[in-house]
């Protein structure tokens, strides 16, 4: 079985070397990997988030679809597309905003950023906060999940939108009852995953501290280089190599011996620019290539629109089918076709399946994850114990209908497994009704 990747980069504003160090070309790694299936998109919805600018987020489209292709994409070989050539991606948006609780998006590291951004100013805490900035971590999960992919190369600060993405996707398939999504894995590259700019701190264009990749050529990335700081040790005092940004991005782009001889040289007093100088003629060499084929695709966009529109319908015969499952799943059928159409794999019509037992998870305030077991009629028939992750929780959920006993306690009854009561009956509930519920359940 193919493992599948994905990744995109926002559309709001020009590529620069962070991009291309932290997902560009580490997924372009990755797609020439024999077993690899491999999406890459341009995240144009995303930048409406950020940028109200028309004419540069449509400027970044065709930068970055530039830089993709003439950094080493195949679009032969991956699935290259723009996210807003997909219709079925804000149509996913939706069925997981109407299953995503609004306190795992209160914990998102952006909306937080902005809350205490404007508790410091003395303002109202969601002043200025959209609801694309609010939600953007579903729309994300959305991507993901709208193909299923295995993997997803980011940089370590987008390490919670995966986790997010999981949490929404795993409550969907519970939820509804079947295995509609793989709960994507996050993959990093330890060494560059996050590069510092010209300040030391992330490189970003919301700090203004970035290198470009290919815009203004090589006396742009020169001067950029130049501007990088440093400390105040003259040339001939020692350098302290790990604690500086320039070692720091040489060592995304050399190899481990190169590294070691350019630290070396730094703790033997080498002086900063000619450490400075060092970085360019590395960046350049790896550089110069492929800003010659990015210029000559930016003078072709008929080109580039051919390729992305190659890839939004190759793209869209995954997505296609793959909504109208997720219609079905949350009742949006075909009317006529609705009573007797069978459901996906239970080979019962789908008006019955919909109603029969079922397990339903949530998670508590204090993070814990929980589940019920809810009868054919929607009563509550059980309520587990709290459990530390989402993984623990599915694990019991899949043993318990042919695992556990029905045990009474008091005035109810408890679901046993392996010796530890993990579920109590709800008031009302009827052992018999319970048991039925997982006999049916463990029989599907």
């Keep these: 079985m193919n493992t599948r990747v994905l990744t995109g980069i926002t559309t709001s504003g020009t590529p620069h070397l962070g991009n291309y160090a932290g997902a560009i070309r580490p997924a372009v790694r990755a797609s020439t990997q024999p077993g690899v299936d491999a999406f890459f998109f341009l995240a144009d919805y995303h930048a409406l988030i950020k940028c109200d600018d028309p004419a540069r987020v449509a400027r970044s489209r065709l930068e970055l679809a530039a830089t993709w292709l003439a950094c080493g994409l195949d679009p032969e070989r991956v699935t290259f597309y723009r996210q807003s ?248 059928r075909n009317l006529n076709a609705g009573s007797m159409k069978k459901a996906a794999g239970s080979g019962k019509p789908a008006e019955k399946a919909a109603k029969g037992a079922r397990f339903v998870s949530f998670r508590e305030k204090d993070g814990s994850f929980r589940f019920r077991l809810m009868a054919a009629d929607g009563s509550e028939l059980l309520t587990s114990i709290p459990y530390a992750d989402a993984k623990q929780a599915g694990a019991v959920v899949k043993r318990l209908p042919a695992d556990a006993a029905l045990q009474a306690q008091g005035d109810g009854f408890v679901a046993v497994l392996d010796g530890v009561a993990i579920a109590r009956s709800a008031a009302g509930a009827a052992l018999e009704q319970a048991q039925a519920a997982l006999t049916s359940l463990a029989q599907q």
């Design 85 to 332: 050539d997909i219709l079925e991606i804000p149509e996913l948006t939706w069925l997981l905003t109407c299953v995503t609780p609004k306190g795992l998006m209160n914990r998102a590291h952006a909306y937080k950023a902005s809350v205490d951004a404007n508790a410091e100013k003395g303002v109202d805490p969601d002043d200025g906060v959209t609801m694309g900035l609010f939600s953007y971590p579903i729309l994300m999960a959305a991507d993901i999940v709208m193909f299923n992919a295995h993997k997803v190369p980011v940089g370590r600060d987008q390490v919670q939108h995966l986790e997010m993405a999981r949490d929404i996707a795993d409550r969907f398939n519970r939820l509804y009852g079947g295995d509609f999504f793989v709960l994507p894995e996050v993959q990093i590259e330890e060494e560059v995953a996050t590069l510092p700019g010209l300040d030391g701190r992330k490189m970003s264009k919301s700090y203004n501290n970035t290198i470009p990749l290919f815009e203004g050529g090589a006396a742009a990335l020169r001067a950029a280089i130049m501007r990088i700081v440093t400390d105040s040790r003259q040339p001939g005092e020692p350098k302290d190599a790990q604690g500086s940004h320039l070692y720091t991005l040489y060592r995304a782009f050399a190899a481990t011996h190169e590294s070691e001889a350019f630290r070396k040289q730094l703790e033997a007093g080498m002086g900063w620019g000619d450490a400075k100088q060092a970085l360019y003629e590395k960046l350049e060499g790896e550089l110069a290539p492929m800003r010659e084929r990015y210029d000559a695709l930016i003078a072709d966009p008929a080109r580039l629109e051919e390729i992305l529109m190659a890839g939004a319908a190759k793209a869209r015969k995954l997505a296609t089918p793959a909504i109208e499952r997720l219609r079905e799943a949350v009742g949006l």
